[in-house]
């Protein structure tokens, strides 16, 4: 027998053994754990507005768009007789852009497709005097907005108040387009008026459709053009020097359809006979302020359009004009677009089918089958089917062919408010959001707050024991965190990052044996089944403050960290106390174009944090 060899066999396995017991412990492992933290955050807000615009009284657009909206929503337009909760959205052709004062600030509304550029704003003073009192740079298409009255202050220099009446005009410094645009609005005497709704309530199984926000904008544009059409001196010498006669009769008898070739009525027509000057003066009156604008639905069949004294509406698509819709030439029906829309409102107007108000001249079949006259026939002299209106323009006789000849024309010579060329390059607004429209709108803030953090927390390290009862724990660790405060901020979000140590004291901890075979010999093996203790520690962490989407602020601090470890085998479970150490008041900058100031955000004892975690250990 070799007693070296043995000897030096047994020695090692004694420091096996031995080592197993010192180097090993079996509470030692790797671990990941994580969970849900809350805790609390003192803040202290103090902001100071920016002086908003450069100039007395002018409005540049940041300041515009604090308060502004679209004129036309979803909703609104869809308002609905006594179902709807909110009042309707009216209309005026003599005011599309209307500016008045109420709840102290300047109220502005612009219902046209225009974005317009450097609009002066007056104000009537007693006496009748206009004084200029604010010029707006920017006035988007289709939107509303409020100015404060304190960024307008020659309206109260001169005495104005919710009784003042004001109005726009171009000034030296607004483009060509913007000029020309508000010269044509001025010309405008004719007052279309009404109401945006749905006719036929929700149901929209019938001829009426559910109306839209691109209608709503269709019909402003085409209510604009067609009042300026009827207020034009082009228009007025139309209509009184027509050489065939209007006429209008009941129902759709055919009777008061003119028979007379030269387009005049005969002797036992004449009841239906209209004076020119009445026909003239009737679509001069405008409508009522509760006429009803609807559109036409996808289930009506061949209807593309309806109207009466208290109702209109037509197919969307006719709408949707174009500069190339006016240039149709002689003996050229006009577009199925000027054709609707001038029937619809001759109805509006209480015009009925049988005569030349709605349709042209000799379109409509005669009573008992009586031919019609024949729209093709191109005499070079008035009568009943093409009426000349100027050397080589020839149009349908009849207040269609009129005012269509008239409307096209004044298009054509880029007279009409609506130039359908220019809107087309105009883009549409950007409002801000709920929160964006509450931070431009603070005066200043001085507010101090105390509210909740809630998130959660990931840790993963390495624990190392050396007795059952004392170890220690090295790890990293991330927190998240958010809470709501009262405010110009109306959210935080904190982040950390940071290292920790911690000394483990366990009170108890039992174990269960295993035995297993190595070779020919039988081994135990120890393995942890519980434990029960306490730790503490400290954490160096840095963290980051993110105040919505408007400032970010960091900080590095030190947290100590306590609380009671309960483990079963591999699982852990923890529940602690964070808190910081040194007292930190972060100074968090806040710079928007209309504000500054600052949110100080306080760490210290009192701004702690408890996590209930569960975690792994390998």
């Known amino acids: 027998m070799n007693t070296r060899k043995n000897w030096s066999l047994g020695f090692f396995g004694l420091l096996g053994l031995l080592g197993e017991e010192i180097f090993a412990h079996p509470k030692d492992g790797y671990f990941v754990e994580g969970g849900l933290m809350t805790g609390l ?61 109420a709840n102290n600030a300047m109220q502005v509304k612009n219902m046209t497709a225009y974005n317009l550029k450097n609009v002066a704003v007056y104000m009537q003073l007693a006496n009748g005097q206009k004084v200029q009192v604010a010029t707006i740079e920017d006035l988007p298409q289709f939107t509303q907005s409020a100015v404060k009255l304190r960024y307008v202050p020659q309206i109260a220099q001169n005495g104005g108040n919710a009784q003042s009446e004001f109005s726009i005009a171009p000034s030296p410094t607004s483009d060509a387009e913007t000029a020309r645009m508000l010269q044509a609005l001025e010309q405008i005497t004719v007052n279309i008026q009404g109401r945006f709704q749905n ?80 026909v003239y003066k009737r679509y001069i009156s405008g409508t009522s302020p509760n006429w009803a604008i609807g559109v ?18 037509v197919k969307p698509n006719l709408l949707e004009f174009k500069n190339s819709d006016y240039n149709f030439g002689p003996f050229q029906n006009t577009t199925g677009a000027m054709d609707t829309l001038l029937h619809e409102y001759g109805h509006a107007m209480n015009y009925g089918h049988d005569g030349n108000m709605t349709y042209p001249n000799g379109t409509f079949n ?24 100027g050397p080589n323009n020839y149009t349908p006789a009849g207040m269609i062919g009129v005012g269509s000849t008239v409307w096209a024309q004044l298009g054509r010579d880029n007279k009409l408010p609506i130039n359908y060329d220019k809107i087309a390059t105009m883009s549409a607004p950007t409002y801000l959001s709920d929160f964006m429209k509450t931070l431009e709108n603070m005066d200043s ?18 624990q190392q024991y050396w007795t059952n009862w004392f170890g220690l724990s090295y790890y990293g660790i ?3 965190n958010f809470s709501k405060k009262t405010g110009f901020i109306k959210r935080i979000n904190q982040v950390a990052l940071g290292v920790g140590v911690d000394m483990l004291f366990d009170f108890t901890t039992t174990y269960t044996h295993k035995r297993y075979k ?12 519980s434990a029960f203790g306490i730790f503490g520690g400290l954490r160096a962490l840095w963290k980051g403050y993110a105040l919505n989407t408007i400032a970010f602020a960091n900080s590095g601090n030190l947290d100590v960290a306590t609380g009671f470890n309960y483990r079963y085998k591999h699982s852990k479970y923890s529940v602690g106390v964070a808190i910081p150490l040194i007292p930190i008041n972060l100074n968090a900058k806040i710079n ?19 996590f209930f975690n569960y975690g792994w250990i390998f």
């Open 518 to 529: 190595h070779k020919k010999n039988t081994h135990k093996l120890k393995v942890l089944k």
């Open 41 to 101: 955050i003192e803040t202290h807000e103090r902001l100071e507005e920016r002086a908003p615009c450069s100039g007395v009284g002018v409005i540049c657009s940041a300041l515009f768009m604090r308060n502004a909206s679209p004129v036309f929503t979803a909703e609104n337009v869809g308002w609905i007789w006594n179902k709807s909760k909110f009042k309707p959205v009216r209309f005026s052709t003599l005011k599309p852009i209307s500016v008045s004062v």
């Open 445 to 462: 803030t001085n507010i101090s707050n105390k509210a909740a953090i809630v998130g959660f927390n990931l840790k993963g390290g390495y």
């Open 199 to 278: 006719v036929n309530g929700d149901d929209a199984s019938g001829s009426w459709g559910l109306n839209t926000v691109e209608a709503a904008k269709g019909y402003m544009s085409v209510f604009l053009n067609m009042s300026y059409l009827f207020s034009s001196p082009e228009f007025k010498d139309a209509v009184l020097n027509t050489q065939f006669n209007f006429a209008n009769g009941p129902g759709n008898e055919s009777v008061a359809i003119p028979r007379n070739l030269n387009g005049t009525l005969q002797d036992w027509q004449i009841q239906y006979w209209l004076k020119n000057e009445d």
């Open 366 to 389: 005669y009573n008992s089958g009586q031919k019609k006259f024949d729209l093709s026939e191109k005499n070079n002299v008035p009568n009943g089917s093409w009426y000349q209106m």
């Open 592 to 610: 928007t174009s209309l504000l500054e100031g600052s949110l100080f955000i306080k760490e210290g004892s009192s701004h702690f944090n408890i």
């Open 296 to 313: 036409i639905g996808p289930n009506s069949g061949a209807v593309v359009g309806l109207g009466g004294p208290g109702v209109y509406g």
């Open 478 to 480: 991330f927190n998240y």
